[in-house]
């Protein structure tokens, strides 16, 4: 897998996530239970590879953001 696709994948699931919480805070809403309830498993799976993707975009956001990379250049 290149660099793209795995940015293309964890970039998504962590989007998931994060509209998963907000549909949790503002309405009690949980997609991801409502969508898996039925196979607990697969909803812990899916909450695992939602925050390792978050973590790696965190991780590598600088390398990739062009405002991120031109701000940290100005501090130096």
Request: some cysteine; aromatic content about 10%; glycine content about 10%.
């Amino acid at each position: 897998m290149d660099n793209k696709t795995i940015h293309l994948v964890t970039f998504s699931l962590a989007m998931v996530g994060a509209l998963n919480w907000g549909l949790v805070g503002l309405l009690r809403f949980n997609l991801v239970e409502m969508l898996l309830g039925s196979w607990p498993g697969l909803v812990t799976i899916v909450y695992v590879l939602v925050g390792a993707s978050a973590v790696y975009e965190f991780a590598t956001h600088q390398g990739r953001c062009k405002d991120c990379a031109a701000v940290m250049a100005a501090k130096k």
